[in-house]
């Protein structure tokens, strides 16, 4: 049996029913040389289910369980079991556009051979409207748009060659988020072409609503947040860069006029950005 060209790794904890709608979408794919790579992340059976469902729509789908639960972890785990030449990272509750994949695999066999591609999440509405590529030098300014596990797909050997995504970084952890920008960044550091394709199209929904500033709101924004202040000393960002991090989320809304929720939240967030920066710099080599 020959190997899929796409493994996507998808890792997963908590949710069901968000799976179906994703594999629905993978059903309704125009490219069908594919396979699903799910990294369970649960104590129990909840996924079968929808395992099964998900095969009796035509999907090949590999099941590997993985504790304790982390998300960066849980990728690397699919990494290692993918057998895709290209992989891909959903999580559990996005969804695909039906040509996605067949559009990431046309681009990947342009002549420029990129070794990563960003597509573009329609929802966010952040990622350019035309074809281009990130560098190192605006990547490092944090000057490119921000990479989401949902828009990045990238050449299996790239992935492996450096060393897939940093468990210290992510959903669960101390630095609560930044593994997919530190992937890149890592990737552009090691001479990876990585284009942008904005004809492939992913989904996942924003949320739109005012935020609020309760208690839980303000250490859940920290708690993400430290993940980019240790992305700042773990690449050894410019002083400028670090210190437009800190100050932008604060002055923002006092531009603004704008003392209140926004105000709160930016706060936290250039705390959160200090403890990683901190937190980063007493980490052992």
């Known amino acids: 049996m020959r190997h899929p060209e796409i493994s996507l790794i998808l890792a ?75 992989l891909g990272f959903p999580d559990d509750d996005c969804w695909y556009d039906s040509r996605v994949l067949e559009r990431m695999a046309n681009r990947f066999a342009c002549v420029d051979k990129p070794a990563g591609l960003i597509v573009r999440w329609v929802e966010a509405d952040e990622q350019p409207l035309a074809a281009s590529a990130l560098s190192w030098e605006r990547s490092r300014a944090f000057r490119d748009i921000p990479v989401s596990s949902i828009t990045l797909f990238c050449d299996r050997e790239l992935a492996r060659k450096i060393g897939g995504f940093d468990a210290r970084l992510g959903i669960g952890q101390w630095f609560g988020a930044g593994e ?32 609020e500033a309760t208690r839980q709101a303000r250490l859940a924004v920290r708690h993400r947040a430290r993940g980019t202040g240790a992305l700042y000393a773990k690449h050894r960002l410019p002083a400028w860069v670090i210190a437009r991090g800190l100050a932008a989320p604060v002055l923002r809304p006092l531009l603004k006029g704008s003392f209140g929720a926004e105000l709160a939240l930016g706060i936290a967030t250039m705390l959160g950005r200090i403890d990683g920066l901190l937190g980063w710099r007493r980490i052992k080599p």
């Open 12 to 86: 997963t904890v908590g949710r069901t029913d968000e799976l179906d709608r994703l594999f629905e979408s993978l059903a309704g794919q125009t490219y069908s040389n594919f396979d699903v790579v799910v990294v369970d992340q649960n104590n129990d059976d909840r996924l079968q289910a929808h395992l099964d469902r998900a095969r009796y729509l035509g999907i090949a789908v590999r099941h590997l369980k993985h504790h304790p639960p982390n998300l960066a972890a849980a990728r690397n785990a699919g990494i290692e079991a993918a057998q895709g030449k290209w």
């Open 180 to 211: 997919e920008t530190d992937f890149v960044l890592r990737a552009l550091r090691n001479g990876a072409l990585i284009a942008y394709e904005p004809l492939a199209e992913v989904h996942h929904a924003v949320r739109s609503e005012a935020p």
